[in-house]
């Protein structure tokens, strides 16, 4: 898979860019396999990038394409497949299911893919630290360990590209690093891309590529 950026400046970045960033406005392709760090301050379209790769915002001008395919003529069927075998992705604001516990969050997508993935489950959730709170509903887990159960959920499905927009922000730095070695490990097994939005972290991941938003 290959996602290709042509032109694309967001409608609310529109006449405010500065000619220097090496995504926005510009041809610049992400390539299976590769991992990339795209940094950025606050502000700078982070989140609405990782959003139009993901095929759920479409107000820029330019062209996204997947495989060639240009993101319009995507069908709506095709994305929800795409989105369970191909793409994964941790959510800046995580979008987990409050009402729902953290297993049932992590199962989501595993209960339609119909793979029984529990065995993985209980091997991620221990090495990053969330064990405990599996049975729990996520609305009484904190953000650091949401945000663990959100990762989790990312790393057990299929995926070509792993897309992880400012993924650490509530996480300490021995559960950023068991969160790098998880991700790394999936992304070498599943041969994917991985595409990172941060302010500029390198964390503990070894980027093929850093692109300034
Ligand atoms: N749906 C929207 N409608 C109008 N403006 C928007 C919309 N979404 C984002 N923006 C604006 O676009 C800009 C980029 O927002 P975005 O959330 O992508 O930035 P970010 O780099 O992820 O920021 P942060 O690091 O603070 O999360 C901001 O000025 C924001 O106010």
């Not at 940094?39 to 060639?68: E, M």
Request: with cysteine.
């Amino acid at each position: 898979m290959k996602i290709t950026l042509d032109q694309v400046v967001p409608a609310p970045l529109s006449g405010l860019l500065d000619g220097k960033s090496e995504i926005w406005d510009t041809t610049v392709s992400f390539e299976q396999g590769k991992r990339y760090q795209v940094y950025a301050p606050s502000g700078k379209g982070k989140s609405t990038f990782i959003h139009i790769l993901y095929g759920i915002r479409h107000d820029y001008t330019g062209s996204v394409s997947i495989d060639g395919v240009p993101i319009p003529k995507i069908k709506a069927k095709e994305w929800a497949a795409m989105r369970q075998q191909e793409m994964s992705l941790v959510f800046q604001d995580l979008r987990l299911f409050m009402n729902l516990t953290g297993r049932e969050n992590i199962q989501v997508k595993s209960v339609l893919y119909k793979e029984d993935a529990t065995q993985e489950i209980e091997r991620m959730a221990a090495l990053l630290g969330v064990t405990h709170v599996l049975d729990k509903q996520a609305a009484l887990l904190s953000y650091g360990e949401r945000q663990r159960v959100a990762i989790i959920r990312a790393l057990i499905q299929p995926f070509q590209f792993l897309l992880l927009d400012e993924p650490f922000s509530h996480l300490d730095e021995e559960n950023i690093k068991k969160s790098c070695q998880l991700m790394d490990e999936k992304c070498s097994q599943n041969n994917a891309s991985l595409v990172m939005t941060s302010l500029g972290y390198p964390y503990f991941l070894a980027f093929d590529e850093k692109r300034l938003l």
